[in-house]
């Protein structure tokens, strides 16, 4: 009765482990998916309400209290209110910088929120749009990948840490 014991939490503790490990490549595509919504929220103030950029970022920052894109936003607010004579794309930056765990090593988007920043503010409205959409849909490749990387990172996970469970009730009997 006790082997079986042991054996129901060894294979429960490694299970909950494999599990654990594979929410953590949820995080990314929620990252992005979140990032696309506030994107398209900036867009929308910028486009129709006719706000500068410091009021779209305080505003779409409000909007996303609470999802995990939305630290770049108030980064970019908080950056813009603490130097005065800074540009839009230097606040854009900095909260680029504040959230830069967010983003895995090796993956481009970085890169093309970077290019972003630099390319905000400048030209006319069909300009913005045209600068907004290509975000959107380097963005949107960054979510398909991201996709598929979870989809299989998360069952190679589960599987690992269940088998793990397996290997190591065999060694101990």
Do not use: N
């Not at 129709?48 to 009021?55: A, H, N, V």
């Not at 990948?145 to 069952?155: F, I, S």
């Amino acid at each position: 009765m006790l082997k079986l014991l042991g054996t129901i939490l060894i294979i429960g503790a490694t299970g909950l482990w494999g599990l654990g490990r594979s929410r953590v490549y949820g995080q990314y595509a929620g990252f992005l998916q979140d990032l696309l919504f506030g994107l398209e929220a900036l867009e929308t103030e910028v486009r129709y309400r006719q706000s500068s950029l410091e009021e779209g970022f305080l505003r779409v920052g409000a909007l996303m209290s609470g999802r995990s894109a939305a630290r770049l936003f108030i980064g970019a607010t908080r950056y813009l209110e603490s130097h005065r004579e800074a540009l839009p794309q230097e606040g854009l930056l900095a909260g680029i910088d504040q959230s830069r765990e967010l983003i895995p090593a090796g993956e481009p988007l970085r890169a093309y929120l970077e290019s972003f920043a630099l390319s905000i503010g400048k030209g006319d409205l069909k300009a913005q749009q045209q600068v907004f959409a290509l975000l959107r849909g380097q963005i949107s490749q960054c979510l398909a990948g991201a996709l598929k990387r979870q989809e299989k990172e998360e069952k190679l996970w589960r599987y690992l840490g269940f088998s793990g469970g397996v290997v190591i009730v065999i060694l101990l009997v």
